[in-house]
C-alpha cells in the first residue's frame, strides 16, 4: 500500500485515535511542591494592594439580648 492509504488505514483502525485534539495542560501544571512567594507574585495568583482595606465598624451598637451573671445575682440578693 502507498504510505498515504497506510495512513488512513491506522487512523481508521486505530486503539488511539480521538475526534478531537485534547486541550494542552496549563504552564505549570506538573511542577511538583510549593512555589515561593515570589513565584507565586509573578505568576499573578497573589494580587498585592498598595493600601490595605479599610477596617469595618458596625453601623449600629452592639445590643446584649442578656444580662451578666453579676448583675442577675446582685439584683435577686436584696
Known amino acids: 500500500l ?4 497506510k ?3 491506522l487512523s481508521a483502525c486505530s486503539r488511539h485515535r480521538y475526534l478531537y485534539i485534547p486541550p494542552c495542560t496549563p ?3 506538573w511542577e ?3 512555589p515561593s ?3 507565586c507574585i509573578d505568576r499573578g495568583y497573589i494580587k498585592e494592594e498598595s493600601s490595605p482595606p479599610g477596617r469595618m465598624r ?3 451598637p ?3 439580648l ?11 440578693s436584696p
Open 7 to 9: 495512513q488512513k488505514k
Open 66 to 76: 442578656f444580662t451578666p451573671k453579676k448583675k442577675e445575682q446582685s439584683l435577686k
Open 37 to 39: 512567594t515570589q513565584t
Open 58 to 60: 458596625r453601623r449600629q
Open 27 to 29: 504552564e505549570n501544571f
Open 2 to 5: 502507498p504510505e498515504e492509504e
Open 32 to 34: 511538583v511542591g510549593f
Open 62 to 64: 452592639f445590643n446584649a
